[in-house]
Every structure is written in C-alpha cells, then in structure tokens.
C-alpha cells in the first residue's frame, strides 16, 4: 500500500468515505451504516467514532487500509 492511500485515526469519517468509498462495507460492518447519514461524520475522526461506539481503533484501521487496497 503507497503511503498516499494510508488511513489514520485522525482523519475524519467523511473523508475516509469520499476518499476511500470501497470502505463502505466496514463501516456498515462496523457502525451499522450510521456514517453515512449522521452530521457528525464530517468532524468527528475515526479514533472518536470508535472509540464513542466503544471498538478498537486498531482493528477499525486494519480493516478501513485493508479496503481501501
């Protein structure tokens, strides 16, 4: 994986899900879908969204770079 398609945790959901749209099913997986319509995706990071739901960034992060190839 080129170090420009790396996804952190503190880039926000929003633009891991414009950027990176084949992550779609691990956030679905994940949130249950709930990114795509809630406000708060365009500010809140990855690390806050995980860690408001109570999962582990880590393994959100394997599987978002994962699918994003």
């Known amino acids: 994986m080129s170090d420009d398609k790396k996804i952190t945790a503190d880039m926000s959901i929003f633009e891991v899900m ?32 995980a860690s408001v739901h109570g999962l582990n960034i880590d393994d959100i992060l394997e599987e978002l770079n994962a699918a994003a190839g």
């Not at 249950?32 to 809630?38: R, T, W």
């Open 18 to 49: 414009e950027k990176y749209p084949e992550t779609a099913d691990v956030f679905r997986k994940h949130f249950h879908g709930g990114c795509f319509a809630c406000p708060a995706a365009r500010m809140e990071t990855l690390s806050d969204g």
